[in-house]
């Protein structure tokens, strides 16, 4: 059975029309394989993973205490920075907080003095593979003594924000409004 010319025609132009519509409207699809290899091509170190461990486990506890934190390396200290929405924005809460943090970490905030010879967010950053004597004859310790704590409440501007900071040990906190 033949066609018509107009026939073949229009079948043509539906062709061409599922050409294009296909061209312009398909998404770009990467290989899922292809990322995934080259994310596996590219090591986290320990470190890395230290601070990966770090921030699940006080954004974990934190969680159930009414705040969010998230940590960063900057200027040679491990920083955990915390906020909360439904905290007032007085150093009381802002302290509160920090001592909260102090406590799930295994350390006294009212001494500044870990329950063990360190705290337990330092035994994040020791792994089996690591002589820590070898690198630091009070690794632990030295780990503590890189633990800042920063908490954030409120909106910043016009005075409106209360931001307070400690070392992990330590009784010291600093207050300032922004």
Do not use: W
């Not at 062709?15 to 990467?30: E, Q, R, W």
């Not at 150093?91 to 970490?105: F, M, P, Q, S, Y």
């Not at 329950?115 to 630091?136: C, R």
């Not at 070392?167 to 409004?177: A, C, E, G, I, P």
Request: hydrophobic share 40%.
């Amino acid at each position: 059975m033949a066609r018509s010319a107009r026939g073949q025609r229009a079948c043509l132009g539906l062709a061409a029309m599922a050409v294009l519509a296909g061209f312009a409207g398909a998404p770009a699809l990467a290989d899922p394989a292809a990322v995934v290899a080259k994310l596996k091509g590219t090591p986290a170190s320990l470190f890395d993973l230290s601070l990966a461990r770090l921030e699940a486990e006080v954004n974990g506890d934190g969680s159930g205490n009414g705040f969010d934190a998230y940590v960063n390396f900057q200027d040679n200290e491990i920083v955990i920075f915390a906020s909360s929405t439904q905290a007032p924005v007085t150093e009381k809460a802002c302290r509160g907080i920090v001592d909260t943090i102090k406590l799930l970490g295994d350390v006294n905030p009212r001494t500044g003095n870990p329950d063990e010879p360190a705290s337990s967010y330092a035994s994040l950053f020791a792994y089996p593979e690591i002589d820590q004597a070898k690198v630091d004859e009070a690794y632990m310790e030295t780990v503590d003594s890189m633990l800042t704590i920063q908490v954030t409440l409120g909106t910043s501007g016009q005075g409106k924000a209360i931001t307070c900071r400690s070392k992990l040990l330590s009784t010291h906190v600093t207050y300032t409004r922004s």
